[in-house]
């Protein structure tokens, strides 16, 4: 026999927080995690569909989780075949969400075997791309430069790879949020330090921070101009943004700062390498994070 729970999608609109809350959680959540998500949304009377930093798939996600092994996924009920015998066990459903601290741990797992498997046992380089503080309310509001910023990311290290006449391996992963839990929109960059030439040989490499940063500058703020009359301006830049002019004196004051490029050390251990990369990929929910 197998029952349902209440439709998830009508509790978003009807007081999903304070009922979650008030039940006793089932035993795969991250408890404060979850909290943390729902007070930081309520803070300040701020309902979930008013606030426009929750995207709909992150809410969806989350109601998942905290109703993750409760009766608001349903159950299934199992009975003794013995009519004599009035044994059951009620079965609750998970909530199968690849972010959820119980349901994505075996994907996870999966997924570093799998990845051990093919990934090259050579050198790599973590590299993560930044941006002035000034630009994250740009991309708040334009969330569709998250994947400009992904795509040049790349074309920053291709090109770089291209004058030299191999062709590396590469990972990207966007990253919206720095450890303050706060909008932070950055890109995550794991690349092969060289590459395979047109011979089929394979050539180690240097990357250079000055060189990569000065790139990364020139496609961002070239990104910014060519799209000024189809940005959506926010609020805290609408003095900036009032004509081509001052955008223009904006993002040329900012293109002469020193943007925060970060290059890791070179790795030859492929198991940190593939670790790495679960962490932006595909880890699920951690069930420590306080």
Same mark, same amino acid.
Not at 5 to 24: E, F, K, W
Not at 56 to 82: F, H, N, Q, Y
Not at 270 to 278: D, K, S
């Given at each position: 026999?197998?029952?349902?729970?209440?439709? =998830?999608?009508?509790? @978003?609109?009807?007081? /999903?927080? &304070?009922? #979650?809350?008030?039940?006793?959680?089932?035993?795969?959540?991250? !408890?404060?995690?979850?909290?943390?998500?729902?007070?930081?949304?309520?803070?300040?009377?701020?309902?979930?569909?008013?606030?426009?930093?929750?995207?709909?798939?992150?809410?969806?996600?989350?109601?998942?989780?905290?109703?993750?092994?409760?009766?608001?996924?349903?159950?299934?009920?199992?009975?003794?075949?013995?009519?004599?015998?009035?044994?059951?066990?009620?079965?609750?459903?998970?909530?199968?969400?690849?972010?959820?601290?119980?349901?994505?741990?075996?994907?996870?797992?999966?997924?570093?075997?799998?990845?051990?498997?093919?990934?090259?046992?050579?050198?790599?380089?973590?590299?993560?791309?930044?941006?002035?503080?000034?630009?994250?309310?740009?991309?708040?509001?334009?969330?569709?430069?998250?994947?400009?910023?992904?795509? =040049?990311?790349?074309? @920053?290290?291709?090109? /770089?790879? &291209?004058? #030299?006449?191999?062709?590396?391996?590469?990972?990207?992963?966007? !990253?919206?949020?720095?450890?303050?839990?706060?909008?932070?929109?950055?890109?995550?960059?794991?690349?092969?330090?060289?590459?395979?030439?047109?011979?089929?040989?394979?050539?180690?490499?240097?990357?250079?921070?000055?060189?990569?940063?000065?790139?990364?500058?020139?496609?961002?703020?070239?990104?910014?101009?060519?799209?000024?009359?189809?940005?959506?301006?926010?609020?805290?830049?609408?003095?900036?943004?009032?004509?081509?002019?001052?955008?223009?004196?904006?993002?040329?004051?900012?293109?002469?700062?020193?943007?925060?490029?970060?290059?890791?050390?070179?790795?030859?251990?492929?198991?940190?390498?593939?670790?790495?990369?679960?962490?932006?990929?595909?880890?699920?929910?951690?069930?420590?994070?306080?």
């Amino acid at each position: 026999m197998v029952a349902y729970g209440d439709d =998830l999608s009508l509790l @978003v609109s009807t007081g /999903i927080t &304070r009922y #979650l809350l008030s039940q006793s959680f089932g035993p795969f959540l991250c !408890h404060r995690v979850l909290v943390m998500f729902f007070n930081l949304v309520n803070a300040g009377s701020i309902g979930l569909i008013a606030n426009p930093l929750i995207v709909s798939a992150l809410l969806e996600t989350m109601v998942k989780i905290m109703a993750c092994g409760t009766s608001l996924m349903g159950w299934s009920i199992w009975r003794c075949p013995d009519p004599q015998c009035n044994s059951e066990k009620r079965v609750k459903f998970t909530c199968k969400s690849r972010s959820c601290p119980h349901c994505g741990v075996k994907a996870c797992l999966q997924w570093i075997n799998n990845t051990l498997a093919w990934l090259p046992e050579v050198l790599w380089q973590h590299i993560t791309f930044t941006m002035p503080c000034e630009y994250w309310p740009i991309i708040c509001a334009n969330r569709w430069l998250l994947g400009e910023m992904n795509r =040049l990311a790349a074309d @920053v290290i291709l090109t /770089i790879c &291209r004058d #030299l006449n191999i062709t590396p391996g590469v990972f990207t992963a966007i !990253h919206t949020w720095g450890r303050a839990q706060k909008w932070h929109p950055h890109i995550h960059f794991s690349t092969t330090a060289g590459g395979v030439t047109k011979k089929n040989t394979w050539r180690d490499i240097s990357f250079y921070r000055e060189n990569i940063m000065t790139m990364w500058q020139y496609r961002i703020t070239a990104l910014l101009r060519k799209h000024y009359y189809t940005l959506t301006i926010p609020d805290e830049l609408k003095a900036e943004g009032r004509s081509k002019a001052s955008w223009n004196q904006l993002l040329n004051t900012h293109y002469k700062r020193g943007w925060n490029i970060n290059l890791s050390d070179i790795l030859s251990n492929i198991t940190h390498v593939t670790l790495y990369l679960r962490f932006y990929l595909k880890n699920p929910l951690s069930r420590s994070v306080a």
